[in-house]
């Protein structure tokens, strides 16, 4: 089973940028479609991007379209988000899953473990 391990979270001014990474164990990761989702306080957890196994095909929430881009490196078994133009809204723990298709990514089945996730905090 695969493991993930999330980091690169931080406190940043509204308007500010990041770049979360997440790194898989294991050999298989290019077998897998990966996603980044995010909880705050009193809500539940979100998707926010997926990508697909070979990279080609990417999915956002609205919330996230046009100022975060998913990206893998599949010879490195990391999975990237970068976040751009953050805003108060967008502060949340971030986490990254597995699953078998991109869109069971977006639809939040038949995902894999659980990593300890990183905090994002955005100030205004």
């Known amino acids: 089973q695969v493991q993930v391990a999330e980091s690169g979270g931080g406190l940043v001014q509204a308007g500010g940028s990041l770049r979360l990474s997440c790194v898989a164990s294991g050999r298989t990761f290019s077998s897998y479609a990966m996603g980044w989702f995010r909880q705050a306080p009193g809500k539940e957890r979100e998707f926010v991007a997926g990508?697909?196994?070979?990279?080609?095909?990417?999915i956002y929430a609205d919330s996230a379209k046009g100022r975060f881009t998913i990206s893998r490196d599949n010879a490195k078994n990391t999975v990237y988000l970068q976040m751009n133009s953050l805003k108060p809204e967008d502060t949340a723990a971030y986490y990254c899953?597995?699953?078998?298709?991109?869109?069971?990514?977006?639809?939040?089945?038949?995902?894999?473990?659980w990593g300890q996730g990183t905090q994002v905090t955005v100030s205004s």
């Open positions: 990508i697909s196994r070979g990279g080609t095909l990417t």
């Open positions: 899953n597995t699953g078998p298709v991109v869109e069971s990514i977006k639809r939040g089945s038949s995902l894999g473990v």
